[in-house]
């Protein structure tokens, strides 16, 4: 994305390589899950929105900054989908992910998949970890890169898989790890699809 609405920050291992911490320094609103404003406190920043249903919270924050905290006790869903209805709610549709990997594989698969959920309620939406970016996709889309770049796909609705650029071919797969570890050959590459999948392109 050229330009971003808001960043939201999940309670996953904090940021430290150069393109996410780019990303939440620039950010014009900043929404962090729960314990992720702890981190974003530790590092000297003060969060636009604290949302979530408090159980991570530090009780010193919670004090200090209750007039930012946006309480949710919905259990059926996770913090990081309540932040993002909360920004879609006020218009902000194109927001980009950090901190939602990391410290437990369950939260970290959990926080993934749901990428294709918000990119069906209308968001334009990215993931970026400290090694690449998930981008949810539907239908035929091409991406920027340099040639020799690292690219997995996993689909999830996805027919008639096909690449141009990419250094295997693409065929309809039916597990995720079927699409992993390809490569740009060129510094574009585009799949053609029809349906849903998602985009990993290593930094």
Not at 30 to 44: K, L, R, S, T
Not at 111 to 126: D, K, W
Request: charged share 20%; aromatic share 10%.
């Amino acid at each position: 994305m050229k330009q971003i609405d808001a960043v939201i920050l999940a309670n996953g291992e904090y940021p430290t390589s150069p393109l996410p911490i780019r990303i939440l320094k620039e950010a014009p609103y900043v929404v962090c899950c729960d314990g992720g404003a702890d981190a974003y406190i530790a590092q000297g920043h003060v969060p636009h929105v604290i949302i979530g249903d408090g159980d991570s919270l530090s009780e010193e924050n919670r004090l200090q900054y209750a007039a930012l905290i946006h309480y949710n006790p919905d259990q059926e869903t996770n913090d990081q989908t309540k932040a993002v209805q909360f920004l879609m709610a006020q218009g902000k549709n194109r927001i980009a992910i950090l901190g939602a990997t990391g410290k437990r594989e369950d939260h970290t698969i959990g926080n993934i998949s749901l990428l294709m959920e918000y990119a069906r309620m209308g968001a334009e939406i990215r993931m970026y970890t400290d090694y690449g970016v998930f981008i949810p996709c539907k239908d035929t889309c091409t991406f920027p890169c340099r040639a020799g770049q690292q690219v997995s796909i996993f689909n999830f609705t996805a027919r008639h898989l096909k690449s141009e650029g990419l250094r295997y071919p693409l065929y309809d797969f039916t597990s995720w790890w079927q699409g992993t570890l390809n490569e740009s050959t060129a510094p574009i590459f585009t799949i053609e699809a029809e349906g849903e999948y998602l985009v990993f392109i290593t930094s």
